[in-house]
């Protein structure tokens, strides 16, 4: 049965960071490309970042270039998003989800499977 299973998300003020964890349950990401995204209040759900499984490569949306950084483990059963220097715009519900073509999940956010949101708070 295929899972995932967002976490790590909470209260930080501006400036601070915070990890957040994508975890596959019965499953490896193996062939898979994985994405952040998340969905503000009264917003429709934004791609965050983007890693391909098979050869690392990844994707960063405006938004967080420069403080995101997406990663997997080397038993590829779980994706991070590390974020650095929150803003109180970086509030929302994070998501993972995935997809084996990258173009759909993270060009158009078409995910053949997806995990509950985790809740990121920044206050200012």
């Known amino acids: 049965d295929v899972q995932l299973q967002a976490s790590g998300g909470g209260l930080v003020q501006a400036g601070g960071s915070l990890r957040l964890s994508c975890a596959a349950s019965?499953?490896?990401?193996?062939?898979?490309?994985i994405g952040w995204f998340r969905q503000a209040p009264g917003k429709e759900r934004e791609g965050v970042s983007c890693?391909?499984?098979?050869?690392?490569?990844?994707y960063y949306a405006n938004s967080g270039k420069g403080r995101f950084t997406v990663s997997i483990n080397d038993a590829k059963n779980t994706v991070y998003l590390q974020m650095n220097s929150l803003k109180s715009g970086d509030t929302a519900v994070y998501s993972c989800?995935?997809?084996?073509?990258?173009?759909?999940?993270?060009?158009?956010?078409?995910?053949?499977?997806w995990g509950q949101g985790t809740l990121v708070t920044v206050s200012s």
């Open positions: 890693i391909d499984s098979r050869d690392g490569s990844t």
């Open positions: 989800g995935i997809n084996t073509d990258g173009a759909d999940l993270c060009d158009r956010g078409f995910g053949r499977y």
């Open positions: 019965g499953f490896t990401f193996d062939d898979y490309v």
